[in-house]
């Protein structure tokens, strides 16, 4: 009998061996296993990131292999409180088909155990508004991200997008930091927009407009910082020598509150008011009747205002008056400018012109008449409060 000669294969032998199971890591620059997300998310700022993140997972399991959304839970909005109302984000994920794990506050929420066979990995808290707890980001392998619309540490709070405008930055960024156990906005930046950031009209630019442009290239940044692996070695790029904002120069972005938009004709220019209520607006005063015991009453001034040229012989700011028969209010600002209004609203009433909002708002219940070679003005007797 002839033997028969069995020529060596390198392909047959390797298919005949028993590797063990390992897990697949994502080749970069660093190595790092799946990303296994919760994304903490809830107005339009953060869709785009959520989007970007499922969009890589789809495309690429090995880099994201999973994304769950952490949001607050719908509020009742409505006459009789009867219309359920979901933060933006969650829409996008359920059209997404992403899991949607909705809380109040993260007492007794257990993300890492359960959602999945393998346990969340990655904390990302995108215009999240609750902080994120260390016993949340503390369990994942690869800790927490925050994705934050300035140029941090500058415009660090709750309303960056709002403060960039008023500020009247022609320029702004966004920035990737780590989760902070105590603090917003504290965290190791992890990477940013380039100096000095984009470009922006703070003229024109409304704050919808802003987060719009910001949110998509916040998402940009966050996926090629992920990419990179930049959450391994926490390299703070603040630290090195072409920081943009030096300490001293920071910014800080509190959230707006109803004080922000009272108008003190005192102290604020006409450019000043003119901004404020193009960013915040509208804005309002407190109307003082001449009237003995009279309340005062909010007057909202719902159209803003327009400059003018006019020279009004008025000289004391703050101080409204009509000039000759028209309804349009006129008030002299504390840098010695006349501001015009068309129409506002005085509290638990409806938008009317200026003249007869002050009417309702018993602000005419003693005029003073002065009468000139340009024709009557028809003075109020109490400052705007």
């Given at each position: ?153 500058d415009f660090r709070g709750a309303a960056p997008l ?123 005063n407190d109307a003082t009747s001449a009237l ?94």
């Open positions: 009998m002839r033997a028969v000669t069995r020529h060596f294969s390198p392909l047959r032998a390797l298919n005949t061996l028993r590797l063990p199971c390992l897990h697949r890591q994502y080749a970069t620059a660093k190595r790092f296993d799946p990303l296994r997300i919760l994304f903490c998310g809830s107005d339009e700022f953060s869709i785009p990131s959520l989007e970007a993140l499922d969009r890589e997972r789809r495309r690429n399991p090995d880099f994201i292999a999973s994304v769950d959304l952490v949001c607050k839970r719908a509020v009742r909005v409505g006459r009789g409180r009867k219309t359920l109302r979901s933060v933006p984000v969650a829409e996008t994920a359920e059209y997404l088909s992403i899991p949607i794990h909705r809380v109040d506050t993260f007492k007794g929420f257990e993300p890492i155990r359960g959602l999945h066979p393998d346990p969340i990995n990655l904390v990302i808290a995108v215009s999240f508004g609750l902080l994120v707890p260390p016993r949340i980001f503390g369990a994942a392998k690869y800790g927490g991200l925050n994705v934050h619309p300035s140029m941090l540490p709002h403060h960039t405008l008023l500020q009247g930055c022609t320029h702004t960024g966004v920035s990737v930091q780590t989760l902070h156990p105590t603090h917003f906005d504290r965290g190791i930046v992890l990477a940013q927009t380039p100096p000095p950031g984009f470009e922006i009209d703070p003229s024109s630019m409304t704050v919808p407009e802003l987060r719009d442009i910001a949110a998509s290239k916040a998402a940009d940044l966050l996926i090629q910082t992920l990419k990179n692996g930049l959450f391994i070695d926490l390299v703070d790029i603040t630290k090195s020598s072409n920081v943009s904002n030096p300490l001293e120069t920071i910014r800080l972005a509190p959230k707006i509150k109803p004080e922000d938009r009272h108008i003190n004709w005192g102290t604020w220019t006409a450019s000043e008011i003119l901004r404020k209520h193009h960013v915040i607006g509208p804005l309002w003995p015991d009279a309340p005062t009453k909010r007057i909202i001034w719902s159209s803003g205002f327009e400059p003018t040229s006019d020279d009004l012989p008025f000289e004391k700011p703050g101080i409204p008056f009509v000039h000759g028969s028209s309804t349009y209010l006129h008030v002299r600002t504390s840098d010695g400018k006349f501001l015009r209004i068309s129409s506002a609203k005085a509290a638990a009433s409806v938008v009317t012109d200026a003249l007869h909002a002050a009417v309702k708002s018993k602000m005419l219940a003693h005029p003073g008449f002065e009468e000139t070679e340009r024709g009557i003005h028809w003075t109020f007797r109490d400052r705007l409060g």
